[in-house]
């Protein structure tokens, strides 16, 4: 009798222990629109658990519990549906606020990650780019209207700075926010090559007039074709300035250059380079205009160069990827192509002469 006891009051602390460890997530993504849930695989040690295949999956804003991490790892957690065990990626859960008071985030914070805060899932949509987009356009038509039109050039010299750095503090916000997602609406694995390309275009468009915009805007501001103003040397040391930083940290790295000389010198780099052409610009536009007009243009133009910094890089990476496809494409017609030259031919046991290419297609020659 008191061994039946001993066990019940075990399965009855197991089960509340197994009630208290257990936590509520949302299923939430910015970018998916559902979450996959695997079948719970056994590592070859025995010990260890792994996600396998996808199963099915469950909609955003669906409410799990999770039982436990897997064995042996911390970004997977369990989840039992109709009595069976799944296992979920915590990429897209988010701790509920349905759990009690003081129970754990078995997996960190998930309320800071990225794709679930608000910014993350707003730039996730086509809005900001769409707002980005209105501005250069905008922007585009008061310069060129300002340039050919005297009396809107006043208007012009308020409306094109001002829709240029907000749409270059948007691209440098939405690039600070999502890292390299922010160009997500010209990934090729989402939309294709031909609908990656077909977005691609007016992105380049754009970028094309956004490094071109502030020579207009120069001339905007003197209407001399001759002016001094500056903005090459800002935006050389701007771009360089990061790649500056990065080759110090690495040579120091390698040298064994230890704190506090490695802080002193790899800041040192960065602000060397940066400093070089910005005095340089800002020196040649104060020179131009006067100390405050000066001063206010090289703002203007550090703002400028940094959106066309983040912009430039966001294409490169697009015509990259868009690139690899295209290579893979012309890989596999030329593997094709080589593959149906390559004949080869034999006779069978009754004299018949066939005729064999590399993809094992046999044709009967006599």
């Known amino acids: 009798m008191k061994h039946y006891f001993r066990t019940l009051i075990t399965l009855l602390l197991a089960g509340v222990a197994s009630t208290a460890t257990a936590q509520l997530y949302i299923t939430d993504d910015n970018f998916e629109d559902s979450v996959s849930v695997h079948q719970v695989l056994i590592g070859s040690d025995g010990k260890t658990e792994t996600l396998g295949e996808a199963v099915f999956n469950l909609p955003m804003g669906e409410t799990v519990k999770v039982e436990r991490l897997l064995r042996g790892q911390t970004a997977y957690g369990l989840i039992r549906i109709d009595g069976k065990e799944?296992?979920?990626?915590?990429?897209?859960?988010?701790?509920?606020?349905?759990?009690?008071?003081?129970?754990?985030?078995?997996?960190g914070n998930t309320r800071e990650r990225v794709n679930h805060t608000v910014m993350g899932k707003f730039f996730a949509t086509m809005t900001p780019y769409w707002i980005i987009a209105i501005l250069f356009i905008t922007s585009m038509a008061f310069t060129?209207?300002?340039?050919?039109?005297?009396?809107l050039r006043r208007l012009a010299l308020i409306v094109v700075p001002a829709t240029?750095?907000?749409?270059?503090?948007?691209?440098?916000?939405?690039?600070s926010v999502l890292g390299n997602d922010t160009f997500w609406w010209c990934d090729p694995d989402r939309y294709g090559f031909f609908g990656s390309l077909f977005r691609a275009i007016p992105f380049m468009a754009i970028v094309a007039f956004q490094f071109y915009s502030v020579k207009f805007y120069m001339r905007l501001i003197s209407m001399d074709a001759d002016n001094k103003l500056s903005i090459k040397p800002m935006l050389l040391s701007i771009g360089l300035s990061i790649p500056a930083f990065i080759v110090a940290a690495v040579i120091c790295g390698i040298t064994h250059v230890s704190d506090p000389w490695l802080e002193i010198i790899v800041l040192a780099t960065f602000l060397i380079t940066l400093g070089i052409g910005t005095t340089i610009s800002v020196k040649r536009n104060i020179a131009e205009l006067g100390k405050s007009s000066g001063i206010a243009f090289s703002l203007f133009g550090v703002a400028w160069c940094v959106g066309c910094i983040v912009a430039l890089w966001g294409l490169i990476m697009v015509i990259f990827q868009l690139l690899i496809q295209l290579l893979m494409v012309i890989a596999i017609i030329i593997m094709v192509a080589v593959m149906s030259s390559v004949k080869t031919r034999y006779r069978d046991s009754n004299g018949n002469v066939y005729e064999e290419d590399g993809f094992g297609q046999r044709t009967k020659i006599n």
């Open 86 to 107: 799944y296992g979920v990626s915590s990429g897209e859960l988010l701790f509920s606020d349905e759990n009690p008071e003081g129970t754990e985030d078995i997996f």
């Open 144 to 151: 060129f209207l300002g340039l050919k039109v005297n009396s």
């Open 164 to 175: 240029l750095l907000t749409g270059s503090a948007m691209e440098v916000w939405a690039y």
